[in-house]
């Protein structure tokens, strides 16, 4: 089964790290994830996604940019902090656009300030940008596996998602 950048997981955990050569764009949607995932957004996270832009992992969906805010919100009014041991910005392969951002990642989530990781989690996260170079859709996939498409896991997500909404996010 194919991850969202339509490559096995092998595949994708193969890709060579890039190196520098990043547009101004592409280093914005880089801070960005880095402040997502570390679970310290500010107010201008959000500016790199296009108001109807999707978010999906393998608990949850969001659609729409506030939808988006209200989730990576949640995650971190839920955590401490997030560590980044890992954060590699990946070449494209051929068959991948260059409008697409593709991030092998290793995050700790500590839900104390204190101590180790609570948990660590691997994964492939796909970023597709507009010809405006606005994200319209970020996907993350633990270990670089393509979670369950059906339709019982997309109902989850969606009520998941909408259960996640309903907590107060934190101020930023």
């Known amino acids: 089964m194919s991850n969202a950048a339509n490559l096995s997981q092998e595949q994708s955990q193969s890709l060579r790290e890039r190196t520098g050569g990043f547009s101004d764009n592409e280093g914005k949607i880089i801070q960005?994830?880095?402040?997502?995932?570390?679970?310290?957004?500010?107010?201008?996270?959000?500016?790199?996604?296009d108001e109807k832009a999707t978010f999906r992992d393998p608990i949850g969906i969001a659609e729409g940019r506030a939808s988006i805010k209200s989730q990576f919100d949640a995650l971190a009014s839920m955590c401490a902090k997030g560590d980044l041991p890992k954060f590699r910005v990946l070449e494209n392969p051929s068959t991948v656009?260059?409008?697409?951002?593709?991030v092998d990642q290793d995050v700790g989530y500590h839900f104390k300030e204190d101590g180790p990781a609570s948990i660590t989690?691997?994964?492939?996260?796909?970023?597709?940008?507009?010809?405006?170079?606005?994200?319209?859709?970020?996907?993350?996939?633990?270990?670089?596996?393509?979670?369950?498409?059906?339709?019982?896991?997309e109902a989850r997500?969606?009520?998941t998602a909408k259960l996640v909404e309903m907590v107060k996010p934190r101020e930023t």
């Open 32 to 49: 960005s994830l880095k402040q997502l995932y570390s679970c310290k957004p500010v107010s201008t996270t959000y500016d790199v996604y």
């Open 97 to 102: 656009p260059k409008s697409t951002l593709l």
């Open 121 to 153: 989690v691997n994964s492939l996260v796909t970023v597709e940008t507009n010809e405006a170079g606005k994200i319209t859709k970020h996907v993350e996939e633990w270990d670089h596996k393509a979670d369950s498409t059906g339709a019982f896991s």
């Open 157 to 159: 997500r969606k009520i």
